[in-house]
């Protein structure tokens, strides 16, 4: 195995994991939005003890991995590195209501 595949199978990893993280916070939220007691609101804001460590783990390693596989292509010419650059810098920067950029 290269390390070009060990890093697309890493790559690969960490995107199924960011989803199956998503997978469980969406259920939360919507328990969060019937909670109508404090207790209930705490049981639903996070419901697997490492969430947010996997949510950001995943998130690092799909970056730097997609950096490289990125250099390793000489993709940076095309459009598609631009435009997945441009979330990931404006969540670095702490902007992330997508909301407000829409309107």
Not at 19 to 27: G, K, N, Q, T, V
Not at 71 to 93: H, L, N, Q, Y
């Amino acid at each position: 195995m290269t390390f070009y595949s060990l890093v697309l199978f890493v790559h690969v990893t960490a995107v199924l994991g960011l989803c199956a993280a998503l997978s469980f916070e969406a259920p939360s939220l919507f328990h969060l939005r019937r909670a109508s007691t404090l207790t209930d609101a705490s049981r639903s804001i996070e419901p697997v003890a490492g969430l947010p460590f996997l949510t950001s783990g995943s998130s690092l390693v799909i970056f730097f991995s997609g950096v490289y596989l990125a250099i390793r292509m000489s993709a940076f010419e095309a459009a598609w590195p631009k435009v997945t650059m441009g979330p990931c810098a404006d969540r670095a920067a702490g902007r992330t209501d997508w909301q407000a950029h829409a309107r």
